[in-house]
């Protein structure tokens, strides 16, 4: 027969030992629900300081990094890579973002960060050869233009598509 005093003490052990327990799958259960809220962009400017304060001037930081006045930037979504398919390379062709020269195609493939709502194009000089153009690549949360779409032309611009996440 155990004495009383051993009695107490493992009932209060057993007591501390299902609350600290519970405490863990709490605490689990939390961690796991804040993760999937934080998945969410949306919800993720709500619950993190650093998704509130992107974009704007952090101490010590140069003005130059500022947004201009009223610009919301977009989060970068991925990358789209797009390659020359009838050539090795096409140096005289550029592709644009949202009209703006970000790459040529001399080595015959261009990678560019991409947020939604932009919009991928080739240009191509006057009296240019046909040529086709294919997005070859993408990565990170782009879903539109997908891999395979193709621009073909001889001149002027090309569209190959807004850009869109999934």
Same mark, same amino acid.
């Given at each position: 027969?155990?004495?009383?005093f051993e009695?107490?003490?493992?009932?209060? &052990?057993?007591r &501390?030992?299902r609350?600290?327990? @519970?405490?863990v799958?709490?605490s689990l259960?939390?961690?796991v629900?804040g993760?999937v809220?934080?998945?969410?962009?949306?919800?993720?400017?709500?619950?993190? %300081?650093?998704? $509130?304060?992107?974009?704007?001037?952090v101490?010590?930081q +140069?003005?130059? #990094?500022a947004?201009?006045?009223?610009?919301?930037?977009? $989060?970068i979504?991925?990358t789209? %890579?797009v390659m =020359?398919v009838? @050539? +090795?390379? #096409?140096?005289?062709?550029?592709?644009?973002?949202?009209?703006?020269? =970000?790459g040529?195609?001399a080595?015959?493939?261009?990678t560019?960060?991409v947020r939604?709502?932009?919009?991928?194009a080739?240009?191509?000089?006057?009296?240019?050869?046909? %040529?086709?153009f294919?997005?070859?690549?993408? %990565?990170?949360?782009?879903?539109?233009p997908?891999?395979? @779409?193709?621009? =073909?032309?001889?001149?002027?611009?090309?569209?190959?598509?807004?850009?869109e996440g @999934?």
């Amino acid at each position: 027969m155990k004495p009383e005093f051993e009695d107490g003490f493992e009932r209060f &052990v057993r007591r &501390v030992e299902r609350v600290l327990l @519970r405490l863990v799958i709490l605490s689990l259960v939390l961690l796991v629900g804040g993760q999937v809220l934080l998945a969410d962009p949306d919800m993720a400017v709500f619950l993190s %300081t650093v998704d $509130r304060l992107e974009g704007r001037l952090v101490l010590g930081q +140069p003005e130059e #990094a500022a947004a201009p006045a009223g610009a919301v930037q977009a $989060r970068i979504l991925g990358t789209v %890579t797009v390659m =020359v398919v009838d @050539r +090795p390379s #096409a140096p005289e062709a550029v592709l644009l973002l949202n009209g703006e020269r =970000v790459g040529d195609f001399a080595e015959g493939l261009v990678t560019v960060e991409v947020r939604a709502g932009d919009e991928l194009a080739v240009q191509l000089p006057e009296g240019y050869q046909r %040529t086709r153009f294919r997005v070859v690549g993408v %990565t990170g949360m782009v879903a539109m233009p997908r891999p395979g @779409r193709e621009a =073909v032309g001889s001149s002027g611009i090309l569209p190959l598509g807004r850009v869109e996440g @999934r």
